[in-house]
């Protein structure tokens, strides 16, 4: 078992900036990769970004590539998500997922944290 805990999230002023934290803790040495998703009101979880613990090796969302960078510490199985220009429509619950593989899809990832809001006022 992974168990993943997400940090961070609140409430900032469009263009302003957030960083997320997912701490992962139990048998990560069974997980590739850990991406970020996020899901807003009303509408399905989509996936932001994904890197990969052992390569570095990182995929974004068209929406957030050049804002958002995704980045992890091994020595403290922690992934981070660092959020820059954010706008309104970037208000979601922000997900930690770990996957088997290095991967974009929701049903790829068998592992989630609890999730954090992150709310962009206008």
């Known amino acids: 078992q992974v168990q993943l805990v997400e940090s961070g999230g609140g409430l900032v002023q469009a263009g302003g900036s957030l960083k997320l934290s997912c701490a992962a803790s139990g048998r990560t040495s069974s997980t590739y990769a850990l991406g970020w998703f996020r899901q807003a009101p009303a509408k399905e979880r989509e996936f932001v970004a994904v890197?990969?613990?052992?390569?570095?090796?990182?995929y974004y969302a068209d929406s957030v590539k050049g804002r958002f960078t995704i980045s992890r510490d091994n020595a403290k199985n922690t992934v981070y998500l660092q959020m820059n220009s954010l706008k309104p429509e970037d208000t979601a619950v922000y997900y930690c997922a770990a996957s088997r593989t290095f991967a974009v899809y929701t049903n790829q990832f068998e592992y989630w944290g609890q999730g954090t809001q992150v709310t962009v006022s206008s």
């Open positions: 890197v990969s613990w052992s390569t570095g090796s990182t």
